[in-house]
């Protein structure tokens, strides 16, 4: 399952690459650090996963952690993203996915 999750996650970056939605420089730690689910305050949807979620679920992952249970993100993300971002759909189809995963675990 593990395994699975991350090839989910490799996914979900790639297609932010693809789609040129990956940045090359972080936020400030400040922006990073915020005490707000989603960091909604200091963060761009498309900068949480790359730089919060992403990277967290990996380190998880490497050092065989528990994982999080009752995970949905794929909701928030139907909210939150602009419609005009590129294969918008795609994404929230690979975040549904990647709940589903979670879901798979119980």
């Known amino acids: 399952m593990c395994q699975q999750i991350r090839q989910q996650l490799h996914e979900i970056e790639n297609l932010l690459r693809a789609e040129d939605l990956w940045q090359q ?10 005490s707000e689910p989603f960091c909604v305050d200091t963060l761009t949807p498309l900068q949480w996963l790359q730089w919060i979620l992403l ?12 994982l999080p249970t009752n995970f949905a993100i ?25 709940d589903a995963r979670f879901g798979d675990r119980q």
């Open 55 to 66: 990277p967290r679920m990996h380190a998880l992952l490497d050092s065989q952690s528990a």
């Open 25 to 34: 420089q972080a936020p400030g730690q400040q922006a990073l650090a915020s």
């Open 74 to 98: 794929a909701p928030y993300y139907e909210m939150a993203l602009e419609m005009d971002i590129p294969h918008r759909d795609r994404l929230l189809h690979l975040l549904n996915q990647l």
